[in-house]
């Protein structure tokens, strides 16, 4: 007997999706209080309810594609923030998004920024048009770039062009730790890919991560600065059929590994933690940054009314910030609300990308990733 799934007329691809869509399109809106773009754009359209549903009358026949619908399916941050508050069970909002824009993309209607950012990755090898392998030899000092290392620092395109600041703290730390196995990695692939997987990509994120894992093969261990880059490499490559032996971890993890060969001179502040994406909800690191940076502060930073899993976005997620950059920064004022409301005086957060959007966004305070914190405090006392 034919299921629903093979009478329905629309596109393959969301087709397999027709679960999950359908138990949106008839939810009550459970999860529409937690969605940082639904609150930020204020339209029943862009809330996961509206969206879904959208692609539920896409693949009933009731509606076309079109440009417009194309671009609702990039208003979604791959935050997950949703599915910590869903009572339905396996819906997972982003992964349908990214299926619907392989499916938008193959009908003719990417959105221009996404075609241009696929072309530009496609020229360079990044969604950033620059040659970051030169960046890195620019960057770094000649002896983190020790050939035939055990372990390789892959700084990853948002450390080399919007926080290049960040590498010389994360040296610093690891000379300080002790830590004399990593090098930085020098290599031609300087980008995990995600951007591409983000557009609904598949194909060009995979040849992208056979790339990437060819020339880390020699690595037992890769250490990222940026979670999205630790998730990508350690989950999302095995996940896609890319499987590898090599331990991936976010700086924080190998830091905190480490932890007391770290000499640091404490300095208390009204100092709040703010969870990446990525590395919290994703990775489920909650434990590491916050340890490193009572180490900084003597003693546990503040929290937000909402942390941990339940963690607010900084906007940055997916592709949100090109095609709707001031959906994108209403996140992260949303984020600079909430440390007002506990009346911090300093945000610290553990991921280049957060730290550059709350930066954006920041009315004078102080926006730090937890690496420069605890470098600021480093001492050479006994
Ligand atoms: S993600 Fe869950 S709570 Fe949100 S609209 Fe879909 S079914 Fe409802
Ligand atoms: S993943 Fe984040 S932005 Fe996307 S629908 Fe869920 S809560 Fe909203």
């Not at 309810?49 to 009358?57: E, I, P, V, Y």
């Not at 910590?84 to 997972?92: P, T």
């Not at 002896?143 to 450390?159: I, M, N, T």
Request: glycine content about 8%.
């Amino acid at each position: 007997m034919k299921s629903k799934k093979d009478i329905i007329p629309g596109p393959d691809g969301l087709r397999t999706y027709l679960d999950q869509i359908e138990t949106c399109a008839y939810c009550p809106k459970l999860c529409r209080f937690s969605c940082p773009v639904a609150e930020a754009d204020k339209r029943e359209t862009t809330t996961p309810w509206g969206r879904q549903s959208m692609l539920h009358q896409v693949l009933l026949g009731g509606i076309k594609l079109d440009s417009e619908l194309a671009g609702l399916s990039y208003m979604c941050l791959s935050c997950e923030r949703c599915a910590e508050f869903c009572e339905h069970g396996d819906v997972l909002v982003p992964q349908v998004m990214r299926v619907a824009r392989e499916v938008f993309r193959k009908q003719g209607f990417e959105p221009e920024p996404v075609m241009e950012l696929r072309y530009t990755f496609k020229k360079y090898g990044n969604p950033k048009g620059k040659n970051l392998s030169a960046r890195v030899r620019s960057l770094v000092p000649d002896r983190f770039l020790a050939e035939g290392a055990k372990a390789g620092l892959f700084l990853g395109c948002e450390v080399l062009t919007g926080a290049s600041d960040m590498i010389g703290p994360a040296l610093e730390l690891l000379d300080a730790a002790l830590i004399d196995y990593v090098a930085v990695h020098e290599g031609n692939e300087q980008c995990c890919g995600l951007p591409l997987y983000e557009a609904g990509d598949k194909d060009a994120f995979y040849e992208h991560a056979e790339r990437v894992l060819y020339e880390l093969a020699g690595y037992r261990m890769v250490v990222s600065l940026c979670p999205a880059c630790t998730y990508t490499l350690k989950v999302l490559y095995p996940e896609q059929g890319l499987d590898h032996k090599i331990e991936v971890l976010h700086i924080t993890e190998l830091l905190a590994r480490h932890g007391s060969n770290l000499k640091i001179s404490a300095e208390a502040g009204k100092a709040v933690y703010f969870d990446p994406c990525y590395l919290g909800r994703y990775l489920g690191v909650y434990d590491q940054p916050r340890a490193l940076a009572a180490k900084a502060l003597g003693g546990e930073p503040m929290e937000l009314f909402r942390n941990k899993r339940e963690a607010y976005c900084c906007g940055g997620g997916s592709l949100l910030n090109l095609v709707s950059p001031g959906t994108a920064s209403a996140a992260s004022a949303e984020v600079h609300r909430q440390a007002d409301l506990v009346e911090a005086d300093k945000l610290v957060t553990a991921c280049p990308r957060c730290r550059s959007m709350l930066k954006k966004e920041s009315k004078g305070i102080e926006v730090e990733d937890v690496v420069e914190l605890l470098a600021s405090r480093l001492t050479s006392d006994p």
